[in-house]
């Protein structure tokens, strides 16, 4: 009795499974069927696939050069997030100061702030210090926003860290910097290198801070957002299903990475943290 | 179990000492050795919970000695301290003329065997042994030799290549001790590096740890929870207590001539007796016997083995005697442990041969003079 | 074991940074909320509580503040109505596959807010796919009007975009509920129904709070899926700050917009944090 209860249940939860997948993944799809779509967006059904629309892509130098521009601006804010995040990681586990919690809580803000906050709020600065934009104030904003990531994963791999390590290195005459460097640093090799991968997608992808803060020269999303204000097309199908494709290729990366580093953060923790407000 | 070490130990150093204070004497041939570290009045606390109180403690060349305490009793507390990585609430720790509380761990020459071992996981044996070496900078011909020294001293030359992962705990164990000893530390420090090994390797590790420390020639202390360990292999047992010394000494004397009633309950067993002394006589219930201690109350430890299953014809003046009914019988291979009830109320537990019948009523019999006057501590928890 | 030199070269850098870079420019946006614009647009510093007077004083400021707050507050109803299952069904019944899906719930994650949210609006437009889908099937003559340019088509970008947002803390609190209390649970008598509504959801309370607050907070404060898809009527408070930071030119009044939403991001993250806490057992 209870068990046909039991397997109605799962068809019901298995349907509704399926349908969230189906939603999630509709777009997605649809954007890369297009993508071949002779006639562009829209229409059904898509007729005369053709490789058109990628053929215009790669001779579009603007979009291009925004690829270019967010590429640079990914790798500078990867660097500023992780020498600041590794550092605030290591001051929340092993340093006790005045507005330690109050510390945490800020580094933590801009991941769950909705990103017209840090954007405007970090625009007012660089209006009162005469700053011009340009990518350099993106990449402040980036690296900024995104050492909540360095930080929550570095942390994460630090209450893992057995500290008997660093105590060894010390023990056997290694100062702090040495130490740092030669046992810190390896054994938190995985969190960082996760770190770098997710704070490296995710500026790439970040649009609502660059939004104000962007000067003469347009990141890739922003390039992306420009056409999409002068009316739909097609190219853009054809740059977002490379961008999947990308992302796709960095999940796989991220993936095998988590395989060799049994139980460490990925992007769900990660939100998971940052939704908590706290770190695991 | 046995603690056949106790023998000799007894019967030469009883007599009828009086020690009511804790004994801070070293073995004999130690005392001519200089010191080398000097723990003074070093006190501990974590926020509110002190955790050691004045503790004073010196070490000399070439000495191995263990701290001795439950879990909780201070001892790792201690190491850290001396080995740099906690800091002391008060006191001071002294290396010679150097004062070495002051220094970071990096700058001391003391290397630690951690409980775990600590070997760094992404290096392997030989990088983790030549660690010490390459942050000091030496020459890389010189750091060759001295590995490959230190591995075969402690038979891992074979195992040079190995990720720590891949080799068992009892290696892991030789690596740690190479690593440390390696940099020539004019002390190391071991924090129960055997509490992770099974029973055999353990007894064969103790061994050859032993040996180990009197070929190298530097003074050991060695952090442990297991008595039975601390007498194979100490010079000298500092026994700790909730952060307080009970008691310094060689084992067979600390197993000899207990200063504390702990103390003698903690290393082997023993029975405590109540006794009261009247113008040379002491009264324990229903037993007497002379003794010259001034008048008073007092504790007597008395080892099982030192009392005497008696023949009812044996005549032997000098002995106390006691008649008891046996209410249990332990067996522990050679001998076994006899519990008997004795008239009075009075529960003695004897150490016997083992015997092959059961045995009920018997007579018991013990010399005054390994009836020890032991202070009293608070019971142990 | 670490000197005071190690901690100060570990906290001092970052502590000033963001001082620099977070403290600062709130702030800042704290002070532009009590400053104004002259008639030749330029920054008056003089202090009032003018903007905020305007505030509650204008309709299509608070109005558009609600509206937003109910545009989130389906979004998060979705979301979870959505997200709640999907995680119960991978935490309990997925078995082998739990990670595979799991990987697939991540997925979307990845691909560009901005390309998914244009996405949509491929599907839903007036000759986008899924009205020329509905006329090739002759469900309908006429393209639906209605499914672009209207907070449906928002409330339904956002819910895309934030049910993994809400499905994550969820399943990750079904994972650390221990199996042996489902098994006592069964073992004591109760149905797989009563074990899910007296074990189950009870314990996992603490991870849908956080999951319905990620996808209030972010929605609430999103602006590009109501400018591309939105229209007039799907309008949120963000896309007026936007204009008042442009073309409106009135930075004093949209600060003092942003801070009403930061408090009110704030607060809500702190109440959330009070329910987790209450709702927690270990």
Known sequence: ?280 | MGHFVTAGGCSNSAKSMITSEIPMASAPELKSRTTLLSVRKVAKQFGKNVVLKEISLEVAEGEFLTILGESGSGKTTLLRIIAGFEKASAGEVWMGEDRLDLQPPYRRRVNTVFQNYALFPHLTVEQNVAYGLRVAKRPESEIASRIAEALEKVKMSAHAKSKPSKISGGQQQRVALARALVNRPRLLLLDEPLSALDANLRRQMQVELKALQREVGISFIFVTHDQEEAMVMSDRIALLRSGELEQVATPREIYGRPATAYAAQFIGHTNLLKGDVKSGVVCCGDLTWTSDRPDGPVLFSLRPENIRLLSQTASLPTLVRVQGKVVAQAFHGATELIRVQCAGGLVLVVRAPASTSPLDEVLLAFSPIDAIPVTKSAERI | MFSRAYKAAVTLPPVLWVVIFLVTPYALMFCYSFWSVSAAQTIVHSWNLANYGVLLHVDVYWQTLLRSMWIAARVTIFSLLLGYPLAYFLSFRAGGKKDLLYQLVIIPLWVSYLVRAYAWKTILGSDGVLNTLLQYAHVTKHPLEFLLYSPFAVVLTLTHIYTPFAFLPIYAALEHIPRSLVEASHDLGASPAQTFWKVILPLSIPGAIAGATFAFVLSLGDFLAPLLLGGPSGIMISNIVVSLFGAAYNWPLGAAISLCMLMLVVSLLFFSERLEKKWSFS
């Open chain 1, 1 to 280: 009795m209870s068990s046909t209860a039991r397997i109605s249940n799962s068809n019901w939860l298995f349907l509704h499974a399926v349908c969230v997948f189906a939603f999630l993944y509709l777009p997605i799809a649809v954007l890369i069927l297009y993508s071949f779509n002779r006639e562009g967006v829209g229409g059904f059904p898509p007729h005369h696939l053709t490789l058109d629309w990628y053929r215009t892509l790669f001779g579009d130098g603007p979009m291009w050069d925004s690829v270019l521009n967010s590429l640079q601006v990914a790798a500078v804010a990867m660097a500023i997030s992780l020498a600041l995040g590794i550092p605030a990681a290591l001051a929340l586990d092993r340093a006790q100061f005045p507005g330690k919690a109050l510390f945490r809580r800020l580094v933590l803000l801009p991941l769950i702030l909705p990103g017209i906050i840090t954007g405007l709020s970090l625009l007012m600065l660089f209006n009162l210090t005469n700053t011009k934009l340009s990518l350099a104030t993106i990449i402040l904003g980036h690296g900024t926003a995104l050492i909540s990531v360095a930080t929550t994963e570095v942390f994460a791999g630090l209450q893992k860290l057995d500290r008997s390590q660093e105590e060894a290195s010390l023990d056997l005459g290694a100062n702090y910097w040495q130490t740092f460097w030669r046992i810190t640093v390896p054994n938190l090799k995985l969190p960082i290198i996760g770190a770098a991968l997710l704070i490296f997608t995710l500026s790439m992808d970040e649009i609502a801070v660059s939004f104000f803060l962007i000067g003469r020269d347009n990141t890739l999303p922003l390039e992306i957002w420009g056409r999409l204000r002068r009316g739909i097309t097609p190219e853009i199908n054809a740059v977002s299903a490379i961008i999947f494709v990308f992302s796709l290729v960095a999940i796989v990366l991220w993936y095998r990475l988590r395989v060799r580093g049994e139980g460490q953060p990925d992007v769900g923790t990660e939100i998971t943290a940052a939704a908590e407000g706290q770190m695991v």
